[in-house]
């Protein structure tokens, strides 16, 4: 079973820049793919951003697109969500998934970290 930890949240200013990392545990992150989501107050849990397994292939939403970049070291069993540009309809508690395709909401889930914008 694998076990992910998300990392990096905060408080930020509206225009700031934060890294979230999700650094795994108990297998190998190499095989799955790794999706960000995010649950405002209130909201559904969204997809954010996902990136194949590779690293080959990366998707993101409309409403990050341009802003945030995914990333991961399979070597150190570790991806990453760089946000920049941040705006205050981007505060939510972010959660990432490691899973078996892109936008997939199966497999493993971390806790969620907290990002809150401020205006």
């Known amino acids: 079973q694998m076990q992910l930890v998300e990392s990096g949240g905060g408080l930020v200013q509206a225009g700031g ?27 559904e849990r969204e997809f954010v951003a996902g990136i194949s ?14 802003r945030f970049t995914i990333s991961r070291d399979n070597a150190k ?28 909401t199966g497999g493993s889930w971390g806790q969620g970290t907290q990002v809150t914008v401020s205006s």
């Not at 934060?18 to 649950?39: D, K, P």
């Not at 760089?82 to 899973?99: F, H, I, R, W």
């Open 17 to 43: 820049s934060l890294r979230l990392s999700c650094a795994a545990s108990g297998r190998t992150l190499s095989t799955y793919a790794i999706n960000w989501f995010r649950q405002a107050p209130g909201k």
């Open 53 to 66: 397994w590779s690293g080959s292939t990366k998707v993101y939403a409309d409403s990050v697109t341009g």
């Open 77 to 104: 069993k570790v991806a990453y969500l760089q946000m920049n540009s941040l705006k205050p309809e981007d505060t939510a508690v972010y959660y990432c998934n490691a899973g078996p395709a892109l936008r997939a």
